[in-house]
């Protein structure tokens, strides 16, 4: 057989995990997280990290593999994915690539080149110096393709992809197929969720809802153990609204508008990012997803 791997995709709240664990039953298969804040420690409520009961026995693999005190980036998570997916294969079994963070999903199926910047902290003294938006601006102008995706709000990430940008002089991605020489081809088949702006946003309100408390309760300790008010701002989403209440800087209904607002603005820039690539097909049901996997199987 072949070498498989099916990629689940789709914008934040729009039931990945859920319907990658009934697919990944049926088709004799293995999951591997393609999430930019799941590989952390600690960080499970507000991550909307799967809980060993909804795993419903299926290993998943690259969750809680980082410290969050300290960054981890896409050629971590790339070289990891594709030792992850030889292993699975190995087992011949089908690799299921599930997630949102579609730099992280792109990385594999398209073998990006990431290329290795170590931090040059004179530069990041003088882009910290900058506001937000400026970063943004600056970032718009020298690589339009990764703006489309950033997070526009977090000053971290937008120090470092300037940061690699102008270290190389070249935007990223720059792509090429050696990466996966190691590995040997396998055929891909991307499957994306879709969802209406109404039903997102009403998914996200029951999510929000429903984690409140854990949430709040997760960034306390999160900040007892270590984790700076600045670190966890960083981290984004309901990290950053939730560290900004937790410090008084906002009231719990100002959290809780900005984290909705928020995700709903993040989960239009996935949708952004995804529709560039043509090869992903779109479904609504597990049904429709079952038939597609059936004949590419």
């Known amino acids: 057989m072949h070498k498989k791997l099916i990629v689940i995709l789709g914008p934040t709240a729009s039931g990945k995990s859920d319907l990658a664990v009934k697919l990944a039953k049926k088709y004799h298969g293995e999951i591997i997280s393609a999430d930019s804040r799941q590989v952390y420690k600690g960080l499970n409520i507000g991550s909307g990290k799967i809980t060993k009961k909804q795993m419903m026995g299926i290993p998943h693999h690259l969750l809680d593999i980082a410290s969050p005190k300290r960054k981890f980036t896409v050629a971590h998570f790339q070289k990891l994915a594709l030792q992850t997916i030889k292993k699975i294969h190995k087992k011949d079994?089908?690799?299921?690539?599930?997630?949102?963070?579609?730099?992280?999903?792109?990385?594999?199926?398209?073998?990006?080149?990431?290329?290795?910047?170590g931090p040059d902290w004179n530069l990041r003294?003088?882009?910290?110096?900058?506001?937000?938006?400026?970063?943004?601006?600056?970032l718009k102008k020298l690589d339009p393709v990764r703006a489309k995706s950033i997070d526009a709000k977090n000053p971290?990430?937008?120090?470092?992809?300037?940061?690699?940008?102008?270290?190389?002089?070249?935007?990223?991605?720059?792509?090429?197929?050696?990466?996966?020489?190691?590995?040997?081809?396998?055929?891909?088949?991307?499957?994306?969720?879709?969802k209406s702006s109404e039903e997102l946003k009403k998914a996200i309100q029951k999510r929000l809802q429903r984690r409140l408390t854990g949430m709040i309760a997760e960034v306390k300790k999160l900040h007892k153990n270590g984790l700076s008010w600045k670190r966890l701002e960083e981290l984004g989403l309901e990290y950053r609204y939730t560290a900004q209440y937790l410090q008084e800087n906002i009231s719990q209904q100002e959290m809780l508008d900005k984290i909705q607002i928020e995700s709903e603005h993040f989960a239009k820039r996935q949708m952004t990012w995804f529709k560039r690539?043509?090869?992903i097909h779109w479904i609504r049901s597990q049904k429709e997803a079952e038939k597609m996997i059936k004949s590419f199987l």
Do not use: C, N, W
Request: hydrophobic share 45%; glycine share 8%; aromatic share 8%.
């Open 93 to 117: 079994k089908v690799a299921f690539l599930v997630g949102g963070t579609g730099f992280y999903i792109q990385s594999i199926v398209d073998g990006i080149v990431i290329p290795d910047v």
């Open 125 to 138: 003294k003088k882009l910290e110096k900058k506001s937000v938006a400026e970063l943004f601006v600056m």
């Open 156 to 194: 971290r990430r937008l120090i470092r992809a300037l940061e690699i940008i102008i270290t190389t002089g070249s935007p990223v991605p720059k792509l090429r197929s050696s990466v996966f020489s190691a590995m040997g081809h396998f055929d891909i088949l991307q499957l994306g969720i879709k």
């Open 277 to 279: 690539d043509k090869r």
